[in-house]
C-alpha cells in the first residue's frame, strides 16, 4: 500500500525549502514510472540522490533493489528516510547525510551503480557533469528529473537556439532516453515550469581523455557562441589548421558543428 506522501510530510511538520529548491513529486504512478525505467535493479548497487521524504524512494524499493544508497544533504529527513529500513526490510538500505557534490562515488562503484535523482533546479546541470563520464565512474544507467529548460538544451540537436555546452558533453557521453514528461502541477510546492525524466546510459566509445578536451574547448566555444570558432577558439595553437584537417568551414560557430565535429577538433588540438 502506497504512503500518502503529502499526509506524512504534513505529519511530521516538514516545510519543502526554497533554498535547497525543494519540490517533491507526490504522484506515484510518475514515480513508478520512473522506477520501473532502470529495472532491473538486482545485481547492482542503487543510489538515490537527494531522496527528501522518500516518495521516490518507496518506488525504487518496490522494484526489488539488492541494496539502496540514499544521499541525503538535509538531515530534515533522517528520520523519515531511516524508517523506511521497517517498510522495506528485504533491501539493505544505506543512509548518507551528506552533499552529493563532495560524495566519492568510488566508495560504492564496485558492483555497477544505477542512479536516480529528482533533481533540485539550481543544482541539476552540477550534479549531472559530476558524473560524465559514466564510464568513468562503472555507472550502468541514470533517471534523472530535470526543469524543462535544461531537458531540452541536453537534448539540444546543432543549429538549434537550445543546442549548447551541455548537449555536446552529455550525448557524446550518453545515449539519452526521455521517460516521461512532469508538469508542474504534480510536484509541491507547485514550481513556474514543467519537468522532464530522462534515462541516460553510457556510450561505450567515450574516452575519458577526449572528455576532458571537450570539455575545456567547449567552454571556450559556447562562452562566445556568437562568436566563429577561429576567434573564440584563437588562444589555442593553431586553430585554423585544425579546422581544416577537420573539414569545418573558417566561418563555423560551436552551434553549427555536430559532435562528431567537436569530438574530432578536440582530439586535432590536443594530438
Keep these: 500500500m502506497n504512503v500518502k506522501l503529502k499526509d506524512l510530510i504534513d505529519k511530521n511538520n516538514i516545510i519543502p525549502k526554497k533554498s535547497l529548491g525543494q519540490n517533491f513529486i507526490f504522484d506515484y504512478n510518475i514515480l513508478d514510472k520512473i522506477a520501473k ?3 532491473p535493479l538486482q545485481e547492482h548497487t542503487t543510489l538515490e540522490i537527494g531522496p527528501g521524504p522518500g516518495g521516490l524512494s518507496r518506488s ?4 526489488s533493489p539488492d541494496k539502496l544508497i540514499m544521499v541525503e544533504k538535509d538531515l530534515t529527513y533522517k528520520k523519515l528516510l531511516a524508517n523506511l529500513g521497517k517498510e522495506f526490510n ?3 538500505i544505506t543512509l ?3 552533499d552529493f557534490l ?5 566508495r560504492f562503484n564496485k558492483e555497477p551503480l544505477k542512479i536516480y535523482s529528482n533533481l533540485p533546479y539550481y543544482i541539476s546541470t552540477q550534479i549531472l557533469m559530476k558524473l560524465l563520464p559514466l564510464n568513468k565512474y562503472n555507472i550502468s544507467e541514470v533517471a534523472f528529473t530535470f526543469q524543462k529548460e535544461v531537458a531540452e538544451r541536453i537534448l539540444a540537436l546543432p543549429g538549434t537556439k537550445n543546442y549548447s555546452r551541455l548537449s555536446v558533453l552529455t550525448q557524446y557521453a550518453c545515449k539519452i532516453k526521455k521517460i ?6 504534480v510536484f509541491y510546492p507547485i514550481p513556474k515550469v514543467d519537468s522532464l525524466a530522462i534515462k541516460f546510459m553510457p556510450n561505450k566509445n567515450t574516452n575519458i581523455n577526449t572528455f576532458s578536451y571537450l570539455q575545456s574547448i567547449t567552454k571556450l566555444a559556447f562562452g562566445k557562441r556568437r562568436k566563429m570558432l577561429r576567434n573564440s577558439l584563437s588562444n589555442l595553437v593553431n586553430i585554423s589548421d585544425a579546422l581544416k584537417n577537420c573539414e569545418i ?3 563555423a560557430r560551436a552551434e553549427d558543428l555536430s559532435i562528431e565535429q567537436f569530438v574530432r577538433l578536440s582530439d586535432k588540438i590536443n594530438s
Design 60 to 63: 525504487i524499493l518496490k522494484c
Design 96 to 98: 548518507i547525510i551528506e
Design 90 to 92: 528485504k533491501t539493505k
Design 102 to 106: 563532495k560524495f566519492d562515488l568510488k
Design 37 to 39: 525505467s532502470l529495472i
Design 180 to 185: 516521461c514528461t512532469l508538469p508542474a502541477k
Design 249 to 251: 568551414k573558417d566561418t
